[in-house]
């Protein structure tokens, strides 16, 4: 059923709990994630990548979400994710998504403010905005392994939200969630997750609008169970769900080509791997 996604939040908060939101490149995947929200009964976010929505294919992905979400019998939101561009933001809303994270992390301060205050005035009031502060490190769409270059830069922790910004940030953006760099990464980590909960605590007493944990995938659970104690409400995942996904493809490919190019029944795993990530991830977030 179609939701307000900070209200979907700020409820889930009110009964000690976080709602995750999971990246979904196709329909397949979307499917899996709702199915395992109406079985737990928990409301849920769908998350489109901004090199999705500046496609029209990926805008006609962002239709079916907007009737999938609408028909499932627990709250679902489509949130358009990490949009730094004011059109693909536009397209996305005229294609369904209710929600954009408006993303000016990388920009300086006084830019970032300004993309959230131009994305509130293209999209208008109904649009549930999130903003993001401190820059978080790794790529959204791929995970390198720690050995590959490109992890380096996934490691770095530089670019920390910076606390004493975000009473200023929050009040003259008006935005209705908040993104925030403590450590976390897209991608994976190199060793075990370093979260700074010291920064967390610092920034979650400086504002009342529920935080968003970005890069949880490789957070171990015991840690993301504590994320809504300090008022962090929903946490998005991507690369562990992918993980899954395409170790089941690969394990079961060739099996099923030799049963006929099976892909049905290919799809059927698919759909199983993520629908047990998605609903072991609402357990964890929701217990
Ligand atoms: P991970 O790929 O690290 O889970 O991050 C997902 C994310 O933050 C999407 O916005």
């Not at 900070?6 to 908060?13: F, K, Y």
């Not at 993303?103 to 905005?129: C, I, K, Q, T, W």
């Amino acid at each position: 059923m179609r939701t307000q996604l900070d209200q979907l939040v700020t409820s889930a908060l009110q009964q000690g709990s976080a709602v995750p939101a999971f990246t979904c490149y196709d329909f397949t995947t979307a499917l899996a994630v709702v199915g395992a929200a109406e079985e737990s009964g928990r409301g849920v976010i769908l998350l489109v990548a901004p090199k999705t929505a500046a496609t029209p294919n990926g805008l006609r992905l962002i239709a079916a979400l907007r009737g999938l979400a609408d028909a499932a019998s627990v709250p679902v939101a489509v949130q358009l994710d990490h949009a730094s561009d004011l059109q693909v933001m536009a397209d996305a809303v005229g294609a369904g998504a209710d929600s954009v994270l408006a993303d000016g992390s990388s920009l300086p301060y006084e830019d970032n403010v300004a993309l959230v205050v131009a994305a509130r005035e293209l999209l208008g009031a109904d649009v549930v905005l999130e903003a993001e502060l401190g820059g978080l490190a790794g790529d959204e769409d791929r995970a390198f392994s720690a050995d590959q270059p490109a992890a380096e830069a996934g490691v770095s922790v530089a670019g920390l939200t910076d606390s004493a910004q975000v009473e200023d940030f929050v009040a003259r953006t008006g935005a209705q969630l908040l993104a925030v760099a403590v450590g976390n990464v897209h991608g994976k980590y190199k060793g075990e997750p370093q979260l700074r909960w010291d920064v967390l605590q610092d920034i979650a007493v400086r504002t009342h609008i529920p935080l968003v944990l970005h890069g949880a995938s490789g957070i171990p659970a015991e840690e993301l169970v504590k994320a809504a104690a300090m008022n962090v409400g929903k946490v998005n995942f991507n690369t562990e769900l992918r993980t899954g996904v395409l170790a089941t493809l690969q394990e079961q490919l060739p099996a099923h080509r030799a049963d006929g190019e099976n892909l049905q029944a290919l799809l059927g795993h698919w759909n199983r791997s993520a629908g047990e990530f998605a609903g072991a991830t609402l357990a964890t977030l929701t217990r």
